[in-house]
Nanobody
């Protein structure tokens, strides 16, 4: 059974930084994308950043230049370094694992990020 467990959320001041981590466990076919999504109150879940098995990345325009996604394939981890945080970054952040060759789609339970002074 595949499980994704996020950690690292919390409260940050505007302009501050947080790093989210996602631990992936279980039997996984290695060709996949790992990503971070977020959902603010009253809004739809949206893509923040994704990274492929080969290390290619894609970011939402709203976070380009501020957030960095990375992965450690050996440890089955994915990270989201968030800098220059803004109040509009406040949301529940979800880790996601999607298969490429074999279709699968797994989600973590989410971690709250609040940016406020």
């Amino acid at each position: 059974q595949v499980q994704l467990v996020e950690s690292g959320g919390g409260l940050a001041q505007p302009g501050g930084s947080l790093t989210l981590s996602c631990a992936v466990s279980g039997s996984i076919i290695s060709i996949n994308t790992k990503g971070w999504y977020r959902q603010a109150p009253g809004k739809q879940r949206e893509l923040v950043a994704v990274i492929t098995s080969g290390g290619n990345t894609n970011y939402a325009d709203s976070v380009k230049g501020r957030f960095t996604i990375s992965r450690d394939n050996a440890k089955n981890m994915v990270y989201l370094q968030m800098n220059s945080l803004k109040p509009e970054d406040t949301a529940v952040y979800y880790c996601n694992l999607k298969g490429i060759v074999v279709a699968y789609d797994f989600w973590g339970q989410g971690t709250q990020v609040t940016v406020s002074s």
